[in-house]
């Protein structure tokens, strides 16, 4: 049987930190302190003002093929996870293609917001093991919020940042790591309470709506804050139920990074230490699609994660999108 395994994995973030200070003389009042205790979030990168998401969408691709040892033109298939895509229209995942020489690729973007990363590489393993055409996949997400930051919001302007991340899924036969089993869910009741509103087809930009600041990044309504413990949870459980395995089982988390006590707060459900989940928010703040295969990463090079090891993917984002997927890395 066809196995889609991750065979590299590597990630990218803009060379401008900012600290959380900065929000402190932006917005005239002390950020930092709430930032540090509520969410533990101390700094973040933002992207120079000609850096784009298709510049760290390449950088990212970059460290993740050489870390799979190949190169562009071995690569099948090109998805990028992404709602803050280089255009409209062409897809970012075009450009990503020509910029790495990556010719014989086809090529799509793919937005569910923050978890958007989880769906893609969940599509890119069903390409591998349904197709025997496609033998290296590979996915990234990434994010420049930055860029669609309203800077005297202080409900999002302190939270959201950039980076990209991603991974090569490749065609193996004969081993038991590789893609195990998924699951998406969506409650889009929720679709109007976080977004970037303008831009689209709803809301073609207007001089108005953009002195409005109507094509900026929103928070319409607090979301409920047990939804993405509960969620998280039930996938999880519901996954080992299908794999035949216990929470216990799983060796390492990779969740949505937006907040650290949602993440604590499954993981006590679950039963489980809290350092079964590689956390990145501290010193990159939130990265949405970007921040779960950056996580991935860093937990791989620095041996957090072994070659067998169940891993648990877990992404939500605006939509409200949910999306997990169980990996034998």
Excluded at 4 to 26: C, D, K, M, S
Excluded at 93 to 106: C, D, I, S, T
Aim: net charge negative; hydrophobic share 40%.
């Amino acid at each position: 049987m066809r196995k889609a395994v991750i065979t590299g994995t590597g990630h990218y973030v803009p060379q401008r930190v900012v600290p959380n200070q900065y929000f402190n003389e932006l917005l005239g009042e002390d950020v930092d302190t709430w930032l540090r205790t509520n969410v533990e979030i101390y700094e973040r990168r933002w992207c120079a003002d000609d850096e784009s998401t298709a510049d760290l969408c390449e950088k990212a691709a970059q460290r993740v093929l050489e870390a799979a040892g190949i190169t562009a033109a071995d690569v099948d298939l090109i998805i990028v996870a992404t709602d803050t895509p280089e255009y409209i229209s062409p897809s970012t995942a075009a450009v990503l293609q020509h910029r790495l020489g990556a010719e014989k690729a086809g090529t799509f973007d793919l937005n569910t917001a923050c978890a958007g990363f989880v769906t893609a590489i969940d599509v890119a393993a069903k390409y591998i093991v349904a197709d025997e055409r496609y033998q290296h996949v590979l996915v990234i997400g990434a994010y420049a919020m930055s860029k669609y930051l309203n800077l005297s919001d202080k409900k999002t302007v302190t939270l959201f940042a950039d980076g990209a991340g991603g991974v090569v899924l490749s065609a193996q036969m004969g081993t038991e790591r590789g893609f195990a089993a998924s699951e998406l869910r969506t409650e889009g009741q929720y679709a109007g309470w976080m977004g970037i509103y303008g831009g689209g087809t709803h809301l073609p930009l207007t001089a108005e709506r953009v002195a409005n600041k109507e094509h900026l990044l929103q928070f319409v309504q607090k979301f409920p804050k047990e939804l993405n413990p509960t969620y998280w949870t039930d996938m999880t459980r519901q996954l080992c139920t299908r794999m035949g395995v216990e929470p216990a089982d799983i060796a390492h988390f990779f969740i949505t990074q937006i907040n650290i006590n949602s993440i604590r707060e499954t993981l006590d459900r679950l039963g489980l230490p809290h350092d079964r989940a590689t956390t990145i928010m501290h010193h990159y703040g939130y990265t949405g699609s970007a921040a779960i295969p950056m996580a991935l990463d860093m937990a791989a090079r620095s041996g957090k994660i072994k070659p067998g090891d169940l891993i648990m993917l877990i992404g939500s984002g605006g939509g409200l999108a949910f999306a997990a997927a169980a990996f034998r890395f």
